[in-house]
């Protein structure tokens, strides 16, 4: 297992279980909170402080000059470390990711824009291990802890997690390959899966990861028949599909456009993980392809993407921290560009909302 403690900011949805070890000497923390335009004084996001044992606490905060700062501090003892956050609107979500190895005396803090994909990443020295009581007495919002209404995720693993680039498809989602359709969780390196541009390519690497199905993770369902589709499918709400039809070429001037799933609403609903969606209580595996040219995959009677990694192969401290740590950079596609033009989130409300009408 790896994720011990997962809350929605109200109510506990997982807490570490009595066979959980004592302390965590390597962990990461991951914070959601949705902004709301300019602040005028620091928000404290997250708040600790325990005196069972020795004293310790555990303060994240948000300035209004956009400096997130992460303190943990147990007896006299401070990890503290800051990282500017990508530049935030009103309503964007900004993801904080703090991993700790205590034993390597290494950790990092990134601030992300899960709306813009911008993040910022601070090296964390000599972080402290992380006490197994106190993220349960965080998941629990127990006496001595308080977690800001703004937040809409707090969860935290027994492991360092990756940032970056994430796998987008959940399990069973059926993918057209030259042997075939095939589900997701079956097709491995090497094997030839059908794309929109490039006809069949063959997959370089298959990537998956395991999630909280809370807040900007929560999986999205889209509904057949929408797009074509044959059957459901569930996808990560940052996952990209393809549209096309005359509505998209004349309000765009392109015969098709990518769109987050997130943006399809009313058409595609979001709903919880449940059933074949999730691996574990309220936690979701995702998966995903990497090609050597970034394309769209044809999914159960539709188009949608494959991993758009950019040019992670040519940033070696990105590269170390995400899905793909582990794989050497010769061996990464660098992908120059995405398979189509993206419509920002007011432009997909203008199409979804013409199609509904």
């Known amino acids: ?91 964007d979500t900004l993801r904080l990711t703090y991993g700790w190895d205590a034993p390597a005396r290494r950790g990092t803090l990134t601030a992300e824009n899960v709306d813009s994909a911008a993040a910022q990443q601070v090296a964390v020295a000599a972080p402290h291990p992380m006490p197994t009581a106190d993220l349960r007495l965080l998941a629990e919002a127990g006496c001595g802890s308080r977690i800001d209404p703004r937040v809409s995720l707090l969860a935290a693993s027994n492991r360092l997690e990756p940032i970056g680039p994430m796998p987008g498809f959940a399990r069973d989602t059926l993918i057209e390959t030259a042997a075939g359709t095939r589900r997701i969780e079956t097709i491995r390196p090497g094997d030839l899966v059908v794309t929109a541009g490039r006809g069949l390519q063959p997959v370089r690497h298959v990537v998956s990861r395991a999630v909280p199905a809370v807040g900007q993770y929560r999986p999205v369902r889209l509904r057949a028949p929408f797009l074509g589709l044959r059957t459901d499918m569930c996808v990560a709400p940052h996952h990209r599909v ?108 203008v199409l979804v909302s013409g199609r509904c009408a």
Request: net charge neutral; aromatic share 4%; hydrophobic share 40%.
């Open 242 to 349: 393809m549209i096309d039809g005359s509505d998209a070429e004349y309000l765009f001037g392109t015969d098709t456009v990518m769109v987050e799933a997130r943006h399809l609403q009313p058409m595609a609903a979001p709903t919880a993980a449940t059933g074949a969606e999730t691996a574990q209580g309220p936690v979701v595996r995702y998966h995903q392809l990497v090609l050597d040219m970034h394309d769209c995959l044809y999914t159960a009677g539709t188009w949608s993407e494959s991993l758009y990694i950019g040019r992670l192969a040519r940033r070696p401290v990105r590269l170390a921290s995400s899905v793909l740590a582990g794989v050497a950079p010769a061996r990464l596609p660098v992908h120059a560009e995405v398979a189509g033009p993206l419509l920002k989130p007011f432009e997909a409300m």
């Open 1 to 91: 297992m790896s994720w011990l403690a997962i809350s929605d900011g109200r109510s506990c949805l997982r807490r570490p279980s009595n066979t959980a070890p004592e302390l965590l000497a390597t962990g990461t923390l991951v914070l959601e909170a949705q902004t709301h335009g300019d602040r005028d004084a620091t928000v404290d996001l997250l708040t600790m402080e325990c005196r069972d044992g020795w004293p310790r606490s555990l303060r994240v905060s948000l300035s209004p000059d956009g400096r997130v700062t992460v303190e943990h501090r147990q007896g006299r003892s401070a990890a503290r470390a800051t990282v500017h956050a990508p530049r935030l609107m009103a309503n």
